[in-house]
C-alpha cells in the first residue's frame, strides 16, 4: 500500500491499489479494466500536476548549485512521478534498507538525481525542504546518490554507470529466497547500456528466471557526445534484449497515461519465467522548451534568465520548497 | 621453545571451503556466488548441501559483485568466489561503489592470490590486490596463513558486519595454527615474545617465518614472532609494543612491497615507533610462470630471506 504523504492525493492512492488487487484477485477482469480507465483518468491529471511540481524542483536544484543533470531528470519526470505515486507498494515512512515485503526502485544511472531526490521528498521520505541542500557541503542529497550519507530512499550508490541491474537482481533473489512477493524496478540510460556489465547481468537475469524485476531503459537517443546513434549506435534494442531472453515491452515516457498503462501492463507480465524490460521513449529536458530534445543539457545547470524561463513553463502546484 | 606442531598440510583454499559450509549450516542466510570456478574455490561441498543458495554467475565477475551487493539488501550475507585477480582489479570499482562506498555486507572470496598460483603466470598472479582492497574505506582485509586459519576466519567473517576481502592461495601448506586458535578480527596472534627482533608476517609467509625464527633462535638470537592475518585494521598496537621492545622490525609477505603489509607497518612505526625496518616481498615486480617453489625462491620469499632479512635489520640499530 503506497502511504503518501500529500493529503489531497492520500485518499485516493490509498484506496485504489486494494481495489484494483481485489479486482485480480476476484479475476474480475471485466471490473478491473472498468475500474482501471476510471482510475486512471482521473488520477492522470493529478500525477501531471506533481510532474509540473517535481521539474520547477529539478531546474531549481541545479540552478541554485549551478551544476547537475536537469536533461535526463526532466525526461524522466513522468516515470518517477508514476512509479513513486501510483505503481510501487512502498513505505515512505520508516525507511528500511531490507524493504521486506516493499516494492524496491534502483536508479543505475544515478547522474538524474535530482528527479529522484524531488520524487522521493514529495512522496515523503524525508523533508521537502532539504532539496535546497542539494549538492551542498554536508549534504544527504550527494550529487549522485549514495547510502552513505543515510538518505532514506537510497539503497545503493550508484552513478559509475551499468552497476544497478547486476545490484538489483541481487535483491529480487533475495526476495524471491524470502519468499517476498514484491517486485524490484530499476532505471537505466540508453548510454548506459553500453556497459558491458548491463549485458552480464542481463544473461544473468534471463538464466536465472528472475521474473520480479521490472526494469526500464530511457530511450532519449542522446549522450554526453552527441547523439547516440552517432556516439555508439544501440542497434536494435528490442532485438538484442529479446535475444537475450527478456520480455520486451515499450512506452512513451512522456505521456502520463501511457506511463501508467505501460507500468500496470509490465506487472502483469512478473512471474512468467522472464525477466521484463520496458523501452521508454523520452525527449531530454521534457517540460522546458529550450532543453528539450538536446544533449547541451545534459549536466549543465540554467543561469538566472533560464530559470526564468524555465519556471514560467512549469506551474507550482505543490509549494516550491 | 619456537616450536609449532605440523598437524597436516592441506591448501588455504580448503580452509575457506569447510569454512563456507561451516557458516551455511549455522546461518541460514548465508549464500555464495561463483565465477565459474566451484572446484578451484572449494566450493561444491557448500553447493551440494545448499544448491538454492548458491548462485553460479558464470565467467562474469562484474555482475557477480553487484549481485553480491543487492542480495545484502533483504539481509543476505553474500560470498563471492573467484581467483583474487578477478576479485579485486578486474572489478575495482564494482567493489569501490556497489559494496564499499554502499557499505554491504559483502565477503569477498579470492583465492590462487600471489606467487604460489604458480604455472599459470603473471596474468593470475596478482601482487597488488592487499593494497587495493586496503585502500577502499571500511574495508576489511584478511589474509590467513593455514587451513585451520583460513576455516576460523572464513567463520568469523560470516558473523562481522561489513565488507571483507579475504585472501588464500592454492598450494597445498603445512597446517600449523592451533586448531582451537581463537580468530579475532583486527587482533594480532602473538605467536612467540623475544626480545631481539621482531618479525611479522601474513599469509604463506608466516610458515617461512617460522622456520627463519627458528635457525634465528638456534643462533641465540631471540625472536618476538607476530602473525598478523587482517591487515586492515591493522594491530598497530600489538606492533609498536614489539617494535619498542625489540627495536629492529622485518616483515615478510607474498605481494608488493607497495601497498602490502611492509608498506603498512612502516607508516604505522614512522608514525608511532621509528624503528629498523626490512621488508620481504616482491620489489615493483609481475610474476612469472614457475612452480610455487622456484617462484618463492627466485622473488626471495623464502625463509632464508626472511632470515637475511632478520641480521641486516639486527646491523641497522645502533
Not at chain 1, 69 to 78: K, N, Q, R, V
Not at chain 2, 78 to 89: D, I, K, L, R, V
Request: proline share 4%; glycine share 10%; net charge negative.
Amino acid at each position: 500500500m503506497a502511504l503518501c504523504r500529500s493529503t489531497w492525493l492520500s485518499t485516493l492512492f490509498n484506496k485504489a491499489p486494494t481495489i484494483a488487487a481485489s479486482a485480480f484477485s476476484r479475476c474480475n477482469f471485466a471490473a478491473l479494466i472498468a475500474f482501471s480507465c476510471l482510475y486512471i483518468m482521473k488520477s492522470t491529471e493529478e500525477l501531471s500536476g506533481i510532474a509540473q511540481q517535481v521539474r520547477r524542483d529539478i531546474v531549481r536544484m541545479v540552478h541554485a548549485v549551478n551544476s547537475g543533470h536537469p536533461g535526463g531528470s526532466l525526461g524522466c519526470t513522468d516515470y518517477f512521478v508514476a512509479l513513486y505515486f501510483h505503481i510501487l507498494n512502498h513505505r515512505p515512512d520508516g525507511f528500511d534498507m531490507n524493504g521486506h515485503g516493499e516494492d524496491l526502485f534502483f536508479l543505475s544511472n544515478g547522474h538524474i538525481s535530482p528527479v529522484w531526490y524531488s520524487v522521493l521528498a514529495r512522496s515523503g521520505y524525508f523533508p521537502v525542504s532539504e532539496l535546497a541542500t542539494f549538492r551542498k557541503l554536508d549534504t544527504r542529497l550527494q550529487g549522485h546518490p549514495t547510502t552513505h550519507e543515510g538518505l532514506p530512499g537510497i539503497r545503493v550508490a550508484s552513478g559509475s554507470l551499468g552497476q544497478g541491474l547486476s545490484v538489483a537482481l541481487g535483491a529480487a533473489q533475495a526476495k524471491k529466497l524470502n519468499g517476498d512477493p514484491s517486485i524490484v524496478y530499476t532505471l537505466h540510460g540508453d548510454g548506459e547500456i553500453q556497459e558491458g556489465q548491463i549485458w552480464e547481468a542481463a544473461m544473468y537475469a534471463a538464466h536465472h528466471k528472475i521474473d520480479n524485476i521490472i526494469s526500464t531503459i530511457d530511450v532519449n537517443g542522446q549522450q554526453i557526445d552527441g547523439p547516440t546513434e552517432k556516439v555508439m549506435s544501440l542497434g536494435n534494442l528490442r532485438a538484442k534484449w529479446e535475444a537475450f531472453g527478456w520480455t520486451v515491452c515499450e512506452m512513451e515516457g512522456n505521456d502520463m497515461a501511457e506511463v501508467l498503462k505501460g507500468l500496470t501492463h509490465a506487472k502483469s507480465l512478473t512471474g512468467q519465467g522472464k525477466p521484463i524490460m520496458i523501452l521508454m521513449t523520452t525527449s531530454m529536458g521534457k517540460g522546458v522548451d529550450f532543453m528539450e530534445g538536446t544533449p547541451k543539457w545534459h549536466g549543465v545547470a540554467p543561469n538566472d534568465a533560464e530559470l526564468a524561463n524555465a519556471l514560467g513553463q512549469l506551474t507550482e502546484t505543490l509549494g516550491d520548497y | 621453545m619456537l616450536n609449532f606442531e605440523i598437524t597436516g598440510s592441506n591448501d588455504t583454499r580448503s580452509g575457506f571451503g569447510a569454512g563456507l559450509l561451516e557458516a551455511g549450516k549455522r546461518n541460514p542466510n548465508v549464500v555464495a556466488l561463483c565465477a565459474d570456478l566451484i572446484g578451484s574455490l572449494k566450493m561444491d561441498a557448500f553447493l551440494k548441501e545448499f544448491p538454492e543458495r548458491f548462485f553460479q554467475v558464470g565467467i562474469a565477475e562484474a555482475n557477480m559483485m553487484g549481485v553480491a551487493a543487492g542480495l545484502t539488501i533483504g539481509g543476505k550475507i553474500p560470498f563471492t568466489g573467484t581467483f583474487a585477480n578477478f576479485s579485486t582489479g578486474r572489478v575495482y570499482d564494482q567493489i569501490r561503489q556497489s559494496i564499499a562506498y554502499s557499505g554491504k555486507n559483502v565477503k569477498i572470496c579470492a583465492s590462487h592470490a600471489g606467487l604460489t598460483l604458480g604455472e599459470d603466470g603473471a596474468t593470475h598472479q596478482i601482487l597488488e590486490d592487499v593494497g587495493m582492497m586496503s585502500m577502499l574505506p571500511g574495508m576489511t582485509v584478511i589474509n590467513p596463513c593455514d587451513y585451520n586459519q583460513t576455516k576460523a576466519a572464513t567463520l568469523a567473517i560470516a558473523d562481522f558486519e561489513g565488507p571483507v576481502y579475504l585472501r588464500f592461495g592454492r598450494p597445498k601448506v603445512p597446517i600449523f595454527v592451533p586448531a582451537d586458535e581463537p580468530f579475532v578480527i583486527g587482533k594480532a596472534w602473538h605467536m612467540h615474545h623475544g626480545k631481539d627482533v621482531t618479525i611479522i608476517a601474513t599469509g604463506h609467509l608466516v610458515w617461512k617465518a617460522v622456520e627463519a625464527a627458528q635457525q634465528l633462535e638456534a643462533e641465540g638470537i631471540s625472536v618476538d614472532l607476530i602473525n598478523i592475518h587482517t591487515i586492515k585494521p591493522l594491530d598497530v598496537d600489538a606492533i609498536v609494543k614489539s617494535a619498542a621492545q625489540t627495536g629492529a622490525v622485518v616483515t615478510a609477505e607474498e605481494h608488493q612491497l607497495i601497498g602490502g603489509l611492509g608498506s603498512m607497518v612502516a607508516q604505522a612505526l614512522a608514525v608511532h615507533q621509528p624503528t629498523p625496518l626490512q621488508m620481504v616481498g616482491v620489489n615493483d615486480s609481475f610474476g612469472e610462470s614457475g612452480t610455487p617453489e622456484q617462484l618463492m625462491k627466485k622473488y626471495g620469499l623464502e625463509s632464508q630471506d626472511v632470515y637475511a632479512a632478520a641480521k641486516r635489520v639486527i646491523a641497522m640499530k645502533k
